[in-house]
């Protein structure tokens, strides 16, 4: 069996503006007349009397006359679902036909409006498209590739620092710890030192000259003060050696008083004075603290 073609609503109107008859509609898309109707009633349910109309005009154009009670004519309205008189005249024709032409030019006017606007719709999309593709273009030739430059120039860099933040980290705990046992040597051997030069102190020979005067100084170390006359006392001197002290001054007795402070503290000693009573007042009040 032969297959059917879809009847649509655009494909009638089509077919309609090129004169098919209701003879042609069936043999072409093999259905009967009863069947085309009844497709024609669903297609347009407010428009299938346009459709007749259009039927009968197109009849009447492949007959060359008019068509108005003919029986063979009238079935084309009369198989159709809805009332119809079946007649026309040729003033009601030529006004259809008229109307028809106006309609024509109408739809066609409507559709080259539509074509004229969709060819500017196009021609936009078309500038917009090329303009879509030149930027797409720049970014994946020129912009993408600098901007990856840069962000792998980041990367090296930020990657480089991370190392060196690492390298100087472990040389500083390495420095701590070091500073940490440089300290610990460094108090070490400041000890050593001080107990060096204590024995050094300790082995040392002082010599202290004492003038007629009673001044006094130090000559071989300057590290050894000379006590002030408030730190000594010299009145217990005066008072327990009288002999001694009548032929000396008070600077004179007051320097006996110093050097015996200085020698208490030391281990070797020299003392040399000008003064002979001074000397025998300090070789007295030595032996004595002995």
């Given at each position: 069996m032969e297959g059917r073609r879809i009847i649509t609503t655009k494909a009638i109107n089509t077919q309609l503006k090129y004169h098919w008859t209701l003879e042609k509609f069936c043999t072409h898309y093999n259905v009967s007349e009863e069947e085309f109707f009844n497709t024609v009633?669903?297609?347009?349910?407010?428009?299938?009397?346009?459709?007749?109309?259009?039927?009968?005009?197109?009849?009447?154009?492949?007959?060359?006359?008019?068509?108005?009670?003919?029986?063979?004519?009238?079935k084309v309205v009369s198989d159709i679902p809805e009332k119809s008189d079946g007649t026309s005249d040729e003033n009601e024709e030529?006004?259809?036909?008229?109307?028809?032409?106006s309609k024509e030019k109408e739809l066609l006017f409507q559709e080259e409006?539509?074509?004229a606007a969709k060819r500017e719709q196009?021609?936009?999309?078309?500038i917009q498209h090329e303009k879509l593709i030149s930027r797409k273009r720049e970014i994946q030739t020129v912009e993408l590739l600098e901007h990856k430059k840069?962000?792998?120039?980041?990367?090296?860099a930020i990657s480089e620092a991370q190392e060196r933040v690492i390298d100087l980290t472990n040389?500083?705990?390495?420095?701590?710890?070091?500073?940490?046992?440089v300290n610990t040597s460094l108090s070490d051997n400041r000890e050593e030192l001080k107990s060096l030069e204590d024995e050094i102190k300790a082995l040392k020979t002082v010599n202290i000259l004492v003038y007629n005067s009673g001044e006094i100084e130090i000559v071989s170390n300057s590290e050894i003060k000379v006590p002030a006359d408030s730190d000594i006392e010299w009145i217990s001197i005066v008072t327990n050696?009288?002999?001694?002290?009548?032929s000396l001054t008070m600077g004179q007795i007051q320097g006996v008083a110093k050097v015996l402070k200085i020698v208490g503290e030391l281990n070797l000693w020299q003392v040399e004075f000008d003064n002979k009573q001074a000397q025998d007042l300090f070789e007295k009040l030595l032996n004595e603290s002995k």
């Amino acid at each position: 069996m032969e297959g059917r073609r879809i009847i649509t609503t655009k494909a009638i109107n089509t077919q309609l503006k090129y004169h098919w008859t209701l003879e042609k509609f069936c043999t072409h898309y093999n259905v009967s007349e009863e069947e085309f109707f009844n497709t024609v009633a669903t297609l347009f349910p407010k428009g299938a009397d346009e459709v007749r109309r259009k039927l009968q005009k197109n009849e009447n154009f492949k007959h060359g006359k008019k068509q108005s009670d003919a029986p063979k004519e009238n079935k084309v309205v009369s198989d159709i679902p809805e009332k119809s008189d079946g007649t026309s005249d040729e003033n009601e024709e030529k006004k259809e036909t008229a109307e028809e032409v106006s309609k024509e030019k109408e739809l066609l006017f409507q559709e080259e409006a539509r074509a004229a606007a969709k060819r500017e719709q196009i021609i936009s999309l078309e500038i917009q498209h090329e303009k879509l593709i030149s930027r797409k273009r720049e970014i994946q030739t020129v912009e993408l590739l600098e901007h990856k430059k840069i962000l792998e120039k980041y990367r090296k860099a930020i990657s480089e620092a991370q190392e060196r933040v690492i390298d100087l980290t472990n040389e500083l705990e390495r420095i701590i710890g070091q500073i940490s046992e440089v300290n610990t040597s460094l108090s070490d051997n400041r000890e050593e030192l001080k107990s060096l030069e204590d024995e050094i102190k300790a082995l040392k020979t002082v010599n202290i000259l004492v003038y007629n005067s009673g001044e006094i100084e130090i000559v071989s170390n300057s590290e050894i003060k000379v006590p002030a006359d408030s730190d000594i006392e010299w009145i217990s001197i005066v008072t327990n050696n009288p002999e001694y002290c009548k032929s000396l001054t008070m600077g004179q007795i007051q320097g006996v008083a110093k050097v015996l402070k200085i020698v208490g503290e030391l281990n070797l000693w020299q003392v040399e004075f000008d003064n002979k009573q001074a000397q025998d007042l300090f070789e007295k009040l030595l032996n004595e603290s002995k």
